[in-house]
C-alpha cells in the first residue's frame, strides 16, 4: 500500500469516527446562546456623559474623545482606537491643508480663513469643526497647537502641532494653549 492511500483511510476514519467529543455542551450552548457569554460583549455606556461630548444626531459627522478610557471596557476601547485613527487622519488633512495656505500667504491661517478653504476643498473636515469635534486655535506660532480634538485639553487626545498630528495628554495641550 502506498503512503497516500494509508493518509486517506486515515483520515476518512477520522471523519466518520469523530473526535470522541461529548456532543451535549455544545447542543446546550445552541440552545441558550447567553450561555456564550454575548450579553457581556456589548460596549458599556461611556463613562462622562456631558453635553458636547456625544455624537450629534443628525449629521453622523461628530465624534468625541478618542482617548483611552481606564475602565470603560475592552469592547468601548477598541471603537476609540477606530475613532482615533479617524481622528488623525482628518487633523494629518487638515495640517496638510493649513500648511499649504500658511505657504502662499507666508502667514499661519486664521480660523475664518481655514473654514472658508476647507467650505470648498473639504466638507466633512468642515462639519467635525462646525460641530466642535475639531477646535481651532487660531495660533500665530508656526510651530504650535494649530488645532486639537474635543475635550482633549481636559482628558488628552489628538493635537495637531506645526501641521502633525499626535496623541498628546491633557497638560501638554494646556501648556501650548497658554502659549
Given at each position: 500500500m502506498s503512503r497516500g492511500l494509508i493518509l486517506g483511510i486515515t483520515l476518512l476514519?477520522?471523519?466518520?469516527?469523530?473526535?470522541?467529543?461529548?456532543?451535549?455542551?455544545?447542543?446546550?450552548?445552541?440552545?441558550?446562546?447567553?450561555?456564550?457569554?454575548?450579553?457581556?460583549?456589548?460596549?458599556?455606556?461611556?463613562?462622562?456623559?456631558s453635553p458636547g461630548t456625544r455624537p450629534s444626531e443628525g449629521t453622523g459627522s461628530a465624534r468625541e474623545n478618542t482617548n483611552f478610557q481606564a475602565g470603560a471596557g475592552a469592547v468601548q476601547n477598541i471603537r476609540k482606537a477606530g475613532q482615533r485613527t479617524a481622528t488623525l487622519n482628518d487633523m494629518q488633512q487638515l495640517g496638510l491643508l493649513m500648511t499649504q495656505m500658511e505657504l502662499e500667504s507666508?502667514?499661519?491661517?486664521?480660523?475664518?480663513?481655514?473654514?472658508?478653504?476647507?467650505?470648498?476643498?473639504?466638507?466633512?473636515?468642515l462639519a467635525l469643526i462646525e460641530d466642535g469635534t475639531i477646535i481651532l486655535t487660531g495660533t500665530r506660532d508656526r510651530g504650535g497647537?494649530?488645532?486639537?480634538?474635543?475635550?482633549?485639553?481636559?482628558?488628552?487626545?489628538?493635537?495637531?502641532v506645526a501641521g502633525t498630528p499626535r496623541r498628546m495628554q491633557a497638560d501638554e495641550i494646556q501648556q501650548m494653549l497658554k502659549k
Amino acid at each position: 500500500m502506498s503512503r497516500g492511500l494509508i493518509l486517506g483511510i486515515t483520515l476518512l476514519a477520522c471523519v466518520v469516527v469523530g473526535c470522541g467529543k461529548d456532543k451535549s455542551e455544545a447542543k446546550k450552548r445552541d440552545a441558550n446562546p447567553n450561555a456564550l457569554g454575548i450579553d457581556d460583549l456589548q460596549a458599556p455606556p461611556p463613562l462622562d456623559a456631558s453635553p458636547g461630548t456625544r455624537p450629534s444626531e443628525g449629521t453622523g459627522s461628530a465624534r468625541e474623545n478618542t482617548n483611552f478610557q481606564a475602565g470603560a471596557g475592552a469592547v468601548q476601547n477598541i471603537r476609540k482606537a477606530g475613532q482615533r485613527t479617524a481622528t488623525l487622519n482628518d487633523m494629518q488633512q487638515l495640517g496638510l491643508l493649513m500648511t499649504q495656505m500658511e505657504l502662499e500667504s507666508n502667514r499661519m491661517p486664521q480660523p475664518t480663513d481655514v473654514k472658508n478653504a476647507i467650505r470648498r476643498d473639504a466638507p466633512t473636515l468642515l462639519a467635525l469643526i462646525e460641530d466642535g469635534t475639531i477646535i481651532l486655535t487660531g495660533t500665530r506660532d508656526r510651530g504650535g497647537l494649530w488645532a486639537y480634538e474635543t475635550e482633549a485639553d481636559k482628558r488628552g487626545g489628538v493635537g495637531l502641532v506645526a501641521g502633525t498630528p499626535r496623541r498628546m495628554q491633557a497638560d501638554e495641550i494646556q501648556q501650548m494653549l497658554k502659549k
